[in-house]
Each structure stands twice: as C-alpha cells, then as structure tokens.
C-alpha cells in the first residue's frame, strides 16, 4: 500500500495529512468523529537533526492545541548518518522526539506506530519503538541492522546468518521476528479496510504501561527479559 | 568453545572467609575467574568455557601449576576464556585466590 | 611476596584510578562509599546471555553489566555500570533487561537517583531485536522514572564510549558528565565512512572523530553538563556536583520538553551551517578554538563554564 492508499483506507471520512519532503503531518478525522495528529517519515527518508526538529515541535504544538491519539507513520531509513548531524548532537535530537512522544503517550494522548515500510536503528527507537502500540502492515521491513553489515561485523557469511536466523527471532530483520519479541504488538491485513481495524485499536487500547517485556515472553520471542527485570526490580525495592 | 573440568586434591585450604570474587573481564586476550568457597576443604575445581579449542593440555598444565602453588581448598573456579595466553591465565587465577582472601565483603 | 599494606583512603585511591581503565565493577566499588556496593543478580548468579552460543562466542557472567545499590556521601543511589570491553558494552537481553529493572524500581521508591556508567557501543548485533527492544524499554522506563521525580545521571569516559541506543538512553538522562575520553553520538565513525564514505567521515582521523563526537565538544555543544577529568574520584565528584544542583525534586515534564525544544533549535540556528566542532567552538566565542583540543582539563573546564552552556533545566 503507498501512503495515499493507508490515508485513505485509515480515514474514509477525511484528512489534511501531507508528505512534505518525507515528513507527514497533518489531522485527520476518526469515524468516531474526533480528531487524531498523524506523524511520520515516509520514502524512507533518514531521520537526521533536521527532521527530528520537526515532528518532536508538531508534537510539541499539539499538546495542549489538540486532545485525542496520535498516529504515527513510519517508512524511514536509519538515523541519518553524517559528520554533520553527530556533530549537532543527534542523539539529543532522537532523544527528544522520543521523550516528546512518550510524554503525550502518559498525559492522555495515547500513541500509535503504524509500520508500513522500512525502518531501523536510531530512527525506529526514536519513533515506532516510542510509541505505547507498534503495528505492521504486511510488506513492512523493519531492522534493527542489515544482514550484510551484520555479516561483515560478526564476520559470518550471509548464508550461514540466514540460517541462524532460521531458529531465532534474536537478530534478524523482519516484521514476525519484532512481533515474536513484542516489539510490534500486531500486524493488521491489508484486505480489509484499515479504519476499522484502527478503531477497534482505539476501543480496546492496551494501559499505558510498557507490556512489551510481557509480550516478548507469551510470544517466545524473549524468554528472559521480562523475568530478569521483575527479578531486579524486587531486590532494588527490598534493599533500601 | 570448549569445555573442561578440572578437580584437584589441594594440601591446604584456601585464606579468607568470603563466599565468592571476580577478577579479569571476558574480551579476546583475557578471561573472567568467579571464584566461589563452596568445596570442601581438601579439594578444589576448574571449570572452563574457552573460546581457544584445542588447548586442554595446556590448561592441565597451567592449572596443575597453580594449584601446586596456590593449594586453593575449598575452592571452585568458574573461567570464560576469551582466548587468553596462559600466563594472563595464571595471573588473573592468583588475583582471585587474593581477592577471596581479602577482608571486607 | 607480599607488598606493604599502604594507608591509602579511599578518595586517595579513586583520585589514583583511571575511569577509562577500570573495569566497571572497579569503577562502582571506588565512586561509591566504600564498601556500600550491593550486586543484584551478580555473577555468582550466572545470568549469561542465552544467544552468544549459537555464534559460538564466549558469555560474561553478569553480562557486561553490573546493576545495584550503594551509597554516594551517605545518599542512597541505584547504580549500573556497563563493561565497555565485553562485547563492546553493547546491550543484550539480560542485559539491557537488568537496567530495566532497576528503573523500574527507582519509578516506584521515587526518592532514590540513579546514576549509570555507560560504556556501550549500542545493540548487541547477536541479539539485535532483544537489544534494540531493551534500549527502546530503558528509555520509556527512564521517563516513566523521571516523571516521577527520580534524577537520572549519565557518566560517561570509558573505552567504548557511548554510542548508538546508549546515546539516545543518555538523551534521555536528567544530567550527563562526560571525560575527555568519553564520546557519545549514535552511529560509529566506521559506520559514517562505510555508509558515506571516507570524505564525510574519516574514521581513522582521531583528532575529527573527538572533535565531532568527544568529550570536550559534547561539554562545549552543550550536550552534556559537566566536564569531569579521567579519574573515579573526579566521577565521583560530578555526580554528587549535578545531585546536587539538580534539585530537590527532578519534575520531568511538558516546560522541561519545552525548553529542551528551544535549546535544541537554537543549537540548529546557531551552528546548523558549521562544517567542524572549530567552527562551533568559533561561533560560541572559544578563542584560538583550534587549541581547545590540548587545554589541559583544568583549563577547559574553566572556559567551558565560562562559555555557559548547559542543560540542566532544559533536558
């Protein structure tokens, strides 16, 4: 599906949502009839300084402005990587938009990430894995690093990385692997409208609570996560 | 990698009172050493996951060496070998052997 | 052999010990009170990653993270430290999963900072998604915990610097201090020059890549708040420097994003054109900027105060 096709089978009774130079913004109305602030990356633009400015201020105007869930769409590269951009700061930057949307998720806007082309590294964590629910459309590639540059810093073959990546979802890209870990808590279909699996979504939203640890375990995807950190955390709050 | 088991007799046990210690970091080179006081005290033991396959004897020899020196009873070893020389082998198993001596926790 | 015991204290020893060298246990045991260190889910746990042995690759008992309780100057704080020279530091399953839990009892006490000692290259590339998913789970936990009024400290000098997700979780930190060795950016100098080649980015250039990413220009950017020199007891001097100056309570929340968004489009205004760190220094008034590189840390320090340039109410 492009971006026009999931505006519109997202919001059949409309939207003022533009792609201005693979940055998407703009409202769109819900069929419950209210409002909801989309925000994205689409034509897998890298997500650099200058990007991060923006969707983190359109974030930022809208708090207060605005109430209702924020969407947010994603088909990016990876953080932009230049000499520029890390001598800006750009871990400041991806922080920010990050802290911004996590912000608004606990303070009754609630966040969705809507996954639907590429994404990876700086640029996922600071957008999709920011968000309280990550969904996929099918045809979606997230990862976190690319089988080839993985080869050559692990200095394994493809061939045998593939195969590894045949009996764990630990490592390899790919929208089952992130849903197996909880990193994405569903996949909608793309043979049926998309609005109303949204609004099923915003009737049902999971709490505000991060359950990805939870999802990882039911999953089989992280078997150890969620038990090791409960396991710390109840030896920090008995040693005080 | 590689496992090996080593079980000495040991003529004395080990100085100290802690229960365990931790020496050296796991990195291409170097080795971690857990030592815990968890044997009886006429008898001591080295377990060893290496990522250097092959060298058992060498092992046998550095570990026969220092328990000789060191009479480590009531001591178990636990090593992850990132493929260090024997003699960072034998120097961080000594650091353990002092750490677990060593009063305070 | 054995040598004389010698009277040293302990601040003796700390002042004596480089931050960079020391492994991350070392570097807890000397910062913190002596003594005070409480280890939760050590190695003597052997929590080892469930994932390195299908690359056949050797495991770290505790995981290359050491996370627990001490005291700072008599102030109970929750600690991790991470061991920048196992698998470069990088955040594994178990790993990351450790730190998560400790922020998530920090949000629940409230009362208790946290300080961390990154020393990480970023996701671990073995456990990729685990990685990525526990650095996305530590940055919601590290808000969740300032919202409820915990102070964060980040510190910062060790030898894998702090790169990748661990510069985002340090974005995410109420106060960061930072050592001349220390760098912070997210993707590496090698990674620079493999994607974009060597004139964007030489990484064997040492000089540019402590210029760009470097622990005097992140000082002087404003990136990070303090400048502290290579040694524990410097680290440890910072980090009861920013409790302190942090404030009764760290109140995360909309004025504070705010502020940040205005620090961070100002930076952009500012130096948005600047080819090199020499020209940002320039631009921020640095005299003779070409030198700051070989000030000693006295020196810098000094005109890194002067310059004023910090974040604390604004990060």
């Known amino acids: 599906m492009t971006l026009d096709d999931i505006l519109v089978s997202l919001f059949p009774d409309g939207h003022e949502v533009r792609n201005d130079d693979g940055i998407i913004a703009g409202a769109a109305t819900l069929r419950s009839g209210g409002k909801m602030l989309v925000i994205g990356v689409a034509n897998r633009t890298a997500l650099g300084v200058d990007e991060a400015i923006r969707l983190s201020g359109l974030v930022l105007e809208s708090i207060g402005r605005d109430s209702g869930p924020i969407l947010v769409l994603v088909d990016s590269d990876s953080q932009r990587m230049s000499k520029r951009d890390e001598l800006l700061g750009l871990n400041e930057f991806l922080a920010h938009l990050a802290k911004v949307l996590i912000h608004a998720d606990m303070h009754g806007r609630p966040t969705i990430g809507l996954l639907y082309g590429h994404s990876a590294a700086g640029a996922l964590l600071a957008t999709g894995l920011a968000t309280r629910v990550l969904v996929g459309l099918p045809g979606a590639e997230p990862a976190v690093m690319d089988l080839p540059s993985m080869a050559k810093v692990t200095k394994l073959s493809m061939a045998a990385l593939v195969e590894k990546a045949k009996s764990t979802p630990v490592f390899a890209p790919g929208l089952s692997n992130l849903e197996q870990m909880g990193a994405v808590h569903m996949t909608w279909s793309d043979s049926r409208p998309l609005a109303e699996q949204l609004e099923a979504l915003l009737a049902d939203m999971p709490v505000v609570q991060d359950r990805r640890g939870a999802l990882g375990k039911e999953r089989g995807g992280r078997l150890k996560a969620a038990d090791i950190a409960e396991r710390v955390r109840d030896l920090a709050l008995q040693t005080r | ?105 | 052999m054995t040598a004389p015991i010698e009277d040293v204290t302990p601040a003796e020893r700390a002042r004596g010990t480089s931050f960079y060298e020391a492994s991350a246990r070392t570097r807890l045991e000397l910062l913190l009170d002596a003594g005070s260190l409480i280890e939760f889910i050590g190695p003597e746990q052997r929590e080892v990653s469930p994932h390195l042995e299908t690359f056949d690759l050797p495991e770290q008992f505790d995981d290359g993270i050491v996370v627990g309780h001490g005291r700072l100057d008599g102030t109970p704080v929750f600690v991790a430290a991470q061991e920048g020279r196992f698998m470069g530091g990088a955040f594994g399953e178990v790993h990351g999963a450790k730190l998560t839990g400790l922020l998530h009892a920090a949000r629940q006490i409230g009362s208790i900072p946290v300080l961390i000692l990154f020393d990480t290259g970023g996701v671990r590339l073995q456990e990729a998604n685990a990685g990525e998913l526990a650095i996305a789970e530590i940055m919601r936990a590290m808000i969740e915990a300032r919202a409820a009024g915990v102070k964060v400290i980040g510190l910062i000098g060790g030898r894998s610097g702090c790169y990748g997700g661990g510069g985002l979780i340090a974005g995410c930190c109420s106060a960061l201090a930072v050592s001349e060795p220390g760098r912070i950016a997210v993707s590496g100098p090698e990674v620079i020059e493999t994607n974009r080649g060597v004139e964007e980015f030489d990484s064997r250039d040492r000089a540019l890549v402590w210029r760009t990413m470097g622990g005097k220009h992140r000082r002087l950017l404003g990136a990070a708040d303090i400048f502290a020199e290579d040694t524990v007891q410097d680290f440890r001097e910072a980090a009861l420097e920013l409790l302190g100056l942090l404030g009764p309570v760290g109140t995360f929340g909309l004025d504070r994003l705010k502020a940040e968004h205005e620090r961070l489009a100002d930076r952009l205004r500012r130096f948005g054109a600047c080819e090199d760190a020499i020209d940002i220094w320039t631009a921020e008034g640095v005299a003779h900027a070409a030198t700051v590189p070989e000030l000693p840390a006295d020196q810098f320090i000094a005109l890194a105060n002067r310059i004023g340039r910090t974040s604390r109410d604004a990060r």
């Open chain 2, 1 to 105: 990698m590689e496992d090996l088991s080593f079980r000495h007799p040991a003529r004395a046990r080990a100085d100290g009172i802690r229960r365990s210690a931790i020496v050296g970091v796991v990195a291409s080179g170097n080795l971690e050493v857990l030592v815990e006081r968890v044997l009886p005290d006429a008898e001591c033991a080295v377990e060893i996951k290496t990522a250097a396959v092959g060298f058992g004897e060498v092992w046998s020899a550095v570990i026969e060496d220092f328990v000789e020196r060191y009479s480590p009873g009531g001591l178990k070893f636990s090593i992850n070998d990132g493929g260090a020389r024997p003699d960072t082998v034998s120097l961080r198993l000594a650091q353990a052997v002092r750490l677990i001596a060593e009063s305070g926790q």
